[in-house]
């Protein structure tokens, strides 16, 4: 079975607010979220 996988790069908590409010208003279904991964220049992914 394949899915769809949606990966950003954000600069800041806003920028996630405003992509999750984008996928709740076209009613896409959120089965796994993972936490942020830090890059080693401290930058979130």
Do not use: K
Request: charged share 25%; hydrophobic share 45%; aromatic share 6%.
């Amino acid at each position: 079975m394949e899915s769809p996988i949606l990966a950003l790069e954000n600069s800041g908590e806003r920028d996630v607010e405003g992509v999750l409010m984008a996928l709740l208003e076209t009613e896409v279904n959120i089965d796994y979220m993972y936490s942020f991964i830090i890059r080693s220049m401290g930058d979130r992914l």
